[in-house]
């Protein structure tokens, strides 16, 4: 089963690759398992007047946001049991405080 295009880009991209493999846009997509029916429409489509805006429009593309520094705000807890206290921070060991907790029960 051959596949339809999917959206502009793809058939854009269809056409690119025929075009770059110097082949017809229907044995290219008989060779790449593509819908050739489905794809000529897209040329057709594409080709007419009201496409070259659409042409103009940039494709959005994926940006990587990497944070600069890590913050340098440390948020503390106060833990207090009867009489006793526990401070922690953000960056305190879950098996630690179980283990305080624990002797402090002890007591």
């Not at 050739?36 to 959005?60: D, F, K, M, T």
């Not at 944070?67 to 006793?84: Q, W």
Request: hydrophobic letters at 40%.
């Amino acid at each position: 089963m051959q596949r339809k295009i999917d959206d502009e880009w793809d058939a854009r991209a269809c056409l690119r690759l025929a075009k770059a493999a110097g082949v017809s846009v229907g044995e290219w997509a008989r060779e790449n398992g593509v819908d050739g029916r489905s794809l000529n429409a897209w040329r057709i489509n594409l080709s007419r007047a009201g496409a070259s805006r659409a042409a103009a429009e940039p494709r959005p593309r994926l940006v990587e946001l990497v944070p600069t520094a890590p913050s340098r705000t440390e948020a503390r807890y106060v833990v207090h049991i009867d009489s006793a206290r526990i401070e922690l921070t953000d960056d305190f060991r879950e098996e630690t405080l179980l283990r305080l907790v624990r002797a402090l029960r002890a007591c």
